[in-house]
């Protein structure tokens, strides 16, 4: 017996008088050499096509080589069903047993929930905020315990890729909560260690259920472009959608797309994630209508990532879409169809350009919404254009021989010569230097800053935050400062005045909070992973190659992101990119050498129900406390002080090491002009956290309020030392100098 891994079902070798049928009746060659061994799902041998009618069409899908006797057979073929002239004619479909087509609407329900997940996650705000990110994860925890629980899942071999993944981000996660022992402040390095224990259970989950890739590939890419619709939405028709008031740390806000995840990299990352899942669905869905579909969104998609102005999705988009043309399994396919699509973003990229208010601004004119009903018009024409060109595309190219490897290895040589020529013929040292250089506010005056900023080289202040990283991990370099010590490091040794409060570069941030042990730890978990990926690829065939490939690439794209901004902290991001992570080195399964279950799985499946348990309790404590918190804020808003106090208690109680709930009492305290009360709050909270120049600066004013004026000049002192250019203090400066 042969198995036909794709499909999962038993498939009998061809015997002599299937040979004899098939050389007799051409039309049913294909049936009979595919034919399930036996049961309810073997089909009519000798029957006419027409009496097998619909279920026979319904269950011949293109899948991948087929089981058998490949590219050999000499028999003839039904010239409909031809691909290649080195293949069988039919050698891109297998046959889908019934069991599976009945679970067509489980699936497509799976569809909806993963992409209804994207959407909602990007729609509230990228889940940035903790009650958000920490609901997420004990739902996560939640669904894992239940379904191992339940034996929902089986459970990898202890050989396995995914085990040697997971131990490794295990360790990684272990190193954070271990690192709030030596932090300065234990409340942020275990929120790091509850946002690591969200991605790892996002990828645990994926991991675990990800047997059928592609309902997770579709959901994800159907997700993406919804981001990308209302994403446009917003630009073209502003007055359907609440305004937000985006902060204003940086300068060029206003100008570039950001809703609905708020923040234009991330944005654009999560689109540049989903590329290469539309360009799978648009080269290897089922159904003519989804190829049609995921082609049409792709300019959309694109037109999104202009707006964003972000050259970290635009590089992340170049990176994806050439990874999945590699990993596919007909490259020659995914190139011709890349390159369609690409054609189709660059007209709505046209169409942006002809409106440059609609771009750069302002956007609350006349002017802009006139220029958005137009080009919504014109962007949904260049969509749906794509999206039949590359249903005729595929059809045409269904009878076209394919080039030779001779001719692949020449296209791809050439496509890194034109590259390297690119890179020549752009000044790469001149762009280093200024990449190097703090930035400025000269280019937000020009009219076309979007277009300026897609072509430039500076680099935002990343130099000098990253080289903020190196320096912190240069004064520890074994296990660096504390998970979450980036902040308060760059405040104080900080080489601009601006709030930062993350490295803007993953791997650089772990190096100098965890130092190189961190650091290694991370590179294992990723590299396994990754490593993990590339074996299932090289072992997958037909469609289910393509679609590892395209979440490879997927996954591939969100890692180089990881290393030039922050979207590690940018819940929907990760969650999307460790999903893609998860699947690929979900798929890489060994065989099995034995068909029953070692003694000891249930231990293990105990231990893991556990250990759920246990990260559902990590998260919810602070969880809880953040919502003790926000209430207790709330009830001080609306002068009910004793409530205030009340839930600033419960907070304290519930994290005893958090300096957050600390300072809320104390603030509480002050409000209610109790300052002995309060200033025993506020030094609690300098106990739990003596880096953070605002607890000294909150203790200053108290201790002016007493009386105390001696000490509450030593704060003030602490409070400058630690975050010497802060504009408050500039600025108080300032004034103690007019006055005098």
């Known amino acids: 017996m042969l198995e036909d891994r794709s499909v999962g079902t038993a498939l009998s070798p061809q015997t002599p008088s299937d040979r004899r049928r098939q050389r007799s009746r051409p039309d ?6 595919v034919r399930p061994a036996a049961g309810r799902d073997r089909l009519p041998v000798g029957v006419h096509s027409r009496r097998v009618g619909r279920r026979f069409r319904r269950q011949v899908i293109r899948e991948g080589p087929v089981v ?11 010239d409909r069903c031809t691909t290649t ?38 729609l509230d705000g990228g889940t940035y905020e903790l009650t958000a990110r920490h609901s997420l994860a004990v739902a996560i925890w939640w669904m894992l315990a239940c379904g191992i629980a339940l034996r929902l899942w089986e459970i990898p071999e202890r050989r396995s890729p995914q085990t040697v993944a997971g131990l490794a981000f295990a360790g990684f996660a272990a190193l954070v909560a271990a690192s709030a022992t030596w932090a300065a402040n234990a409340e942020v390095a275990f929120l790091e260690f509850d946002r690591v224990l969200l991605y790892v259970g996002v990828g645990a989950l994926a991991a675990l259920t990800g047997r059928r890739v592609d309902t997770w590939s579709d959901g994800l890419a159907l997700g993406t472009a919804a981001v990308a619709a209302v994403a446009l939405a917003s630009r073209f028709f502003p007055s359907l959608f609440p305004t937000h008031n985006l902060p204003q740390f940086l300068p060029g806000t206003a100008e570039r ?70 990993f596919a399994s007909d490259r020659w396919a995914a190139l011709s169809t890349t390159l369609l699509v690409s054609v189709g973003s660059a007209g709505a990229i046209v169409v942006l350009l002809d409106r440059p208010v609609l771009v750069n601004g302002p956007f609350d004119g006349a002017t ?87 072509l430039s080289s500076e680099g935002g202040g990343r130099f000098q935050f990253w080289g903020a990283a190196v320096r ?42 965890l130092g190189l042990l961190g650091l290694l730890l991370l590179l294992a978990a990723l590299g396994s992973a990754l490593i993990a990926g590339i074996t299932a690829i090289t072992r997958a065939r037909g469609v289910e190659r393509t679609t590892l490939g395209a979440l490879f690439a997927a996954a591939t ?184």
């Open 472 to 513: 912190e991990f240069e004064s520890r370099p074994l296990l660096g400062q504390g998970a979450g010590s980036y902040e308060s490091w760059w405040a104080e040794h900080g080489s601009l005045p601006v709030f930062v409060r993350y490295a803007h570069s993953l791997y650089l941030e772990v190096l100098g909070e």
């Open 368 to 454: 802009a919404a006139a220029q958005g009903r137009v080009a919504a018009v014109l962007v949904l024409v260049v969509c749906v254009a794509t999206g039949l060109l590359n249903h005729g595309l595929r059809i045409g190219l269904g009878h076209l021989p394919r080039p030779g490897r001779r001719a692949g290895l020449a296209s791809a040589g050439l496509a890194l010569v034109l590259a390297l020529l690119l890179i020549a013929v752009s000044h790469p040292r001149a762009r280093l230097v200024a990449f190097t250089k703090p930035p400025t506010t000269a280019a937000l005056s020009r009219p076309d800053f979007v277009q300026m900023h897609l």
């Open 85 to 122: 002239p080195r293949a069988p004619p039919c050698a891109g479909l297998v046959v889908q047993p019934a069991h599976q087509t009945r679970g067509r609407g489980g699936r497509t329900i799976a569809r909806a929930l993963v992409a209804a997940a994207v959407l909602a996650l990007a």
């Open 28 to 33: 049913l060659a294909y049936a009979d050499h």
């Open 557 to 740: 794209a969100f890692l180089i992101a990881l290393g030039v901004d922050w979207m590690w902290q940018l819940t929907v991001v990760s969650v999307v990119g460790v999903a893609c992570l998860g699947l690929v080195t979900g798929s890489a399964r060994r065989p099995k050498r034995e068909p029953t279950r070692p003694a000891h799985r249930g231990v293990v499946r105990g231990a893991l129900v556990v250990t759920a348990l246990l990260a559902i309790a990590c998260e919810a404590m602070p969880l809880l406390t953040q919502i003790e918190v926000q209430a207790s804020q709330a009830a001080a808003r609306r002068g009910d002080i004793a409530e205030a106090r009340t839930r600033a208690l419960a907070a304290a109680h519930l994290e005893p090491w958090a300096s957050s709930a600390y300072l809320q009492l104390a603030l509480v305290d002050e409000q209610r002009r109790d300052l002995h009360s309060a200033r025993r709050a506020i030094r609690v909270a300098l106990s739990r956290d003596d880096r953070d120049w605002r607890l000294w600066l909150v203790s200053a004013r108290i201790e002016t309020k007493l009386g105390a004026i001696d000490a509450a000049k030593r704060s003030i002192a602490r409070a400058i030392r630690l975050n010497p250019r802060s504009s408050i203090f500039n600025r108080r400066e300032r004034d103690l100098s007019a006055h005098r």
């Open 257 to 326: 797309l950001s809703y609905p995840v708020d923040y234009w990299n991330g944005l654009a990352v999560l689109l540049a994630i989903g590329t290469p899942l539309l360009l799978r669905s648009a080269l290897a869905a089922r159904r003519g209508l989804a190829r049609a579909l995921a082609a049409a969104a792709l300019p959309g998609v694109a037109a999104a990532i202009y707006l964003t102005a972000s050259r970290t999705g635009a590089a992340s988009v170049l990176v994806a879409a050439g990874l999945f043309v590699v």
């Open 68 to 78: 058998g006797e490949g590219r050999r057979q000499k028999h003839q073929h039904d």
